[in-house]
């Protein structure tokens, strides 16, 4: 007799070696096609009900956020004891979660190597507010740009994100607010009176995610699908340091919302800032997004603005400001720097800053300055961990909030 097996699939070729059960195919982060696939290749579900199977299977991960098939209560037995053999739906190890007095939570997350060479930590903060509370997600460990006045870009890229490690950040903080049916939030957890624990998601944590394009649409597009996760792209937010071709893309096959890291108004100063502008410069960025798809005054570009003393604090700085956004429906977010160890910049004095946002508000622009949150546990900084740990409280307190460029915040 002989016996033949499809080992087409990662999943059977991984079904089949020893170490099997330590390199389970994960069924987080796989479009719904995607997941019918892995069913039918893993021998599990014959073809005409993988579309079906498929379906009850994103229910339980997105809706109800189970992390063990044994409590998917509708798929017999049998079944979950296939896919327990062959998948995982594990969360990440959490290393540490620190909350900060003001209610801000930040999970430092381990991840596989995948690649890398040894796991790879990121960091995922939780900012509660009024009426909601945001998830600000990494999408790379590390960063390939080198933004002259963030602490992320010194860190060099390890790895980009993959769509599983970028929902994942999602879904386990969703268990650990108690965000899904039937879940209890922890006693004294600070999160908005009604609705959603999570209502809104900003991709500006570690990493430029547009370098990440692939699998950080796969995740949001995950994140968004009405049947699951649910989140109205209208809140989900995107932030660029400007990857001008991404920007377009991002329109057309994503919708979320955009932000833009700024911080210059001319060439010769952005490109010090946002050495990325060296490639795509102001008047490319500017066009795309004017010619980003729905914008309104419901629909706004949030455009962070770093204020750095004598460097772009001026009100000429903001007179250029306005008359470079014209015409875009924006908000500009200001953000007072936060100087961390071996910075030469500092940060502008409180009164100019009031000034400066003066002056954009009665130009008719939203210009919140943005408060640091969670400078308790070093919320807004986007330090690892392990490197947070070795800095004397004198230089935390120095690298706390850099709240810089929407992004290495996290
Ligand atoms: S601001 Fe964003 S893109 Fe620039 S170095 Fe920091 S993390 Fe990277």
């Not at 070729?13 to 020893?18: D, E, G, S, W």
């Not at 250029?320 to 015409?327: D, I, S, T, Y």
């Not at 330090?383 to 004397?392: F, P, T």
Request: proline residues 5%.
């Amino acid at each position: 007799m002989t016996l033949s097996l499809d080992l087409s699939t990662h999943a059977a070729r991984a079904a089949l070696r020893p170490d099997a059960a330590a390199d389970k195919t994960s069924l987080i982060g796989l479009s719904r096609a995607e997941l019918a696939e892995a069913l039918v290749g893993a021998g599990i579900v014959p073809e005409k009900q993988a579309r079906m199977r498929a379906s009850q299977l994103w229910h339980w991960l997105y809706v109800r956020g189970v992390s063990d098939f044994a409590h998917m209560f509708n798929i017999s037995k049998e079944l979950r004891a296939d896919l327990d053999r062959h998948f995982s739906i594990a969360r990440p190890e959490i290393v540490e979660e620190q909350i900060s007095t003001d209610g801000t939570r930040k999970w430092l997350f381990r991840f596989p190597p995948r690649g890398a060479g040894r796991p790879v930590e990121i960091e995922t903060v939780y900012i509660p507010e009024e009426g909601r509370g945001t998830l600000c997600i990494s999408s790379q460990v590390g960063c390939t740009l080198t933004c002259s006045f963030c602490h992320t870009g010194t860190q060099k890229l390890v790895r980009n994100l993959t769509a599983e490690e970028i929902l994942a950040q999602l879904l386990t903080a969703r268990d650990k607010l108690g965000d899904f049916p039937d879940r209890d939030t922890p006693a004294g957890a600070i999160v908005p009176a009604e609705g959603r624990k999570v209502s809104n998601i900003v991709m500006m944590g570690m990493g430029e995610p547009l370098y990440n394009f692939e699998a950080v649409k796969k995740a949001l597009l995950i994140a968004s699908d009405g049947d699951g996760l649910a989140l109205s792209k209208r809140r989900i937010t995107l932030s660029t340091s400007g990857v001008v071709p991404e920007i377009y893309r991002t329109g057309e096959e994503l919708g979320v919302m955009l932000a833009i890291s700024l911080h210059a108004t001319n060439d010769d100063l952005r490109d010090l800032l946002v050495p990325i502008n060296k490639k795509f410069p102001l008047d490319q960025l500017i066009e795309a997004c004017r010619a980003y798809p729905g914008l309104s005054n419901a629909r706004r570009i949030t455009f962070e603005y770093v204020m750095l003393k004598d460097v772009n604090d001026s009100l000429d700085d903001a007179r250029a400001l306005v008359k470079l956004l014209k015409g875009i429906p924006a908000k500009i977010n200001l953000i007072p720097f936060n100087p961390w160890p071996g910075t030469n910049y500092q940060c502008s004095d409180w009164e100019t800053i009031e000034k400066f946002a003066d002056f954009i508000n009665n130009a008719g622009y939203a210009s919140p300055i943005r408060t640091p949150r969670g400078r308790d546990i070093l919320a807004a900084c986007g330090q690892l961990k392990s490197e947070s740990e070795r800095m004397r409280k004198v230089d935390r307190l120095a690298l706390e909030a850099m709240m810089i460029a929407g992004h290495g915040e996290a």
